[in-house]
Every structure is written in structure tokens, then in C-alpha cells.
């Protein structure tokens, strides 16, 4: 598989959130959430603020997409120094704006059939990596994500979910 590009009429859909919305700051929304994200089989965090928010509240990620940016702007070295968390692989990959790049998607595939902790950071980035998260990730786990502006969205991953995602995923544009 080659690139894979959001079409136009994807956008929009994907504004929506694909799981449970929680709105406030990260700390708040880690604290409602936490009962699920405990529960999880495997826990996923996409996004800088979003995994630095769960470590700051001693939760650490099986897997963390990260691109060292929030809002398009370099995170503080606040939050480069929390995401530089010891007990993970780092693993860099490419991702160009509003795609999904093969490399991209097999290296969330891989961290998900392992036990190992995995950071990939994002040359790039990452925003569109929630949907194969989804899609990879074990039925049980939990994706957490950034909703700009409004706070953070919990995805419980479910046989249905993972229908869903694939379903989006095949709507956009395959690029050799």
C-alpha cells in the first residue's frame, strides 16, 4: 500500500468525534476518563498534549504518536521533556499533512501486536494515526486524542468501531 490521502468529503466526518468527547483541559479530561483508560487492554495516546497529560497523571501509553507540535506550533520543553519518557522505543516515521503513510500504519500495526512500550514520532503529522490505531488496536483498548479547542476524545475499541474505521479508511485516496 502506498499513501493514503483525506479526500475532501472525509474532512468534515472526521471533525466529528470518533468516540466519547470529554471538554475541558487535559488534566481534567485524563481524571473522567480514567476508569476506562484503566480498564483498557492496550491504551493509545495521539498527540503530544494528549500523551503528556496522561503521564503527567501517571499513566503511561502502550503505544504514543507523537510529532513534538500542538496547534502546528513546537510544544514546550515542558512537554519534550515529559514525552521523553524512559521505557519507550523511539520510532521515527514520515507522515505527510492529511495522510496515512504505509510506514505509518505498519509501525502502529507492529507496536500493537507486541508488549513492548513504542513513542513514533511523526515527521509530519499525525492527526489522521487515530484511525489506524482504531483499527489495529485489540478490542477492549482505549484511543485517546485531541478534539482542538474543546478537550479530548476516548474511543473504546469494539468489533463495530474497527468496522467503521476500516469503512473511512477505504474511502481515501490510495497513492502509489
Known amino acids: 500500500m502506498g499513501l493514503l490521502l483525506l479526500p475532501d468529503e472525509l474532512r468534515s466526518i472526521l471533525k466529528e468525534p470518533l468516540g466519547k ?3 475541558g483541559d487535559g488534566l481534567d479530561c485524563v481524571k473522567a476518563m480514567e476508569d476506562d483508560i ?3 487492554n492496550k491504551l493509545v495516546a495521539v498527540g503530544d498534549m494528549t500523551a503528556f497529560y496522561l503521564l503527567k497523571s501517571g499513566i503511561c501509553p502502550d503505544l504514543m504518536i507523537v510529532d513534538n ?3 502546528r506550533m513546537q510544544v514546550s520543553d515542558q512537554v519534550m521533556d515529559k514525552l521523553d519518557h524512559k521505557g519507550y522505543k523511539t520510532v521515527p516515521v514520515q507522515n505527510p499533512a492529511a495522510t496515512l503513510s504505509s510506514d505509518l500504519i505498519n509501525r502502529i500495526q507492529e507496536s500493537m501486536q507486541g508488549q513492548e512500550k513504542i513513542k513514533i514520532i ?3 503529522e499525525e492527526d489522521l494515526a487515530t484511525l ?3 483499527l489495529y488496536a485489540p478490542p477492549g483498548s482505549a484511543v485517546v486524542y485531541g ?3 474543546e478537550g479530548s ?3 473504546d475499541v469494539t468489533a463495530e468501531k474497527k468496522m467503521h474505521i476500516e469503512e473511512l479508511m477505504k ?3 490510495v497513492e502509489e
Open 153 to 155: 476524545v476516548l474511543v
Open 171 to 173: 474511502r481515501m485516496i
Open 38 to 40: 484503566r480498564r483498557a
Open 132 to 134: 489506524p490505531a482504531i
Open 69 to 71: 507540535k500542538t496547534k
Open 21 to 23: 468527547l470529554c471538554r
Open 122 to 124: 511523526v515527521e509530519g
Open 147 to 149: 478534539q482542538p479547542n
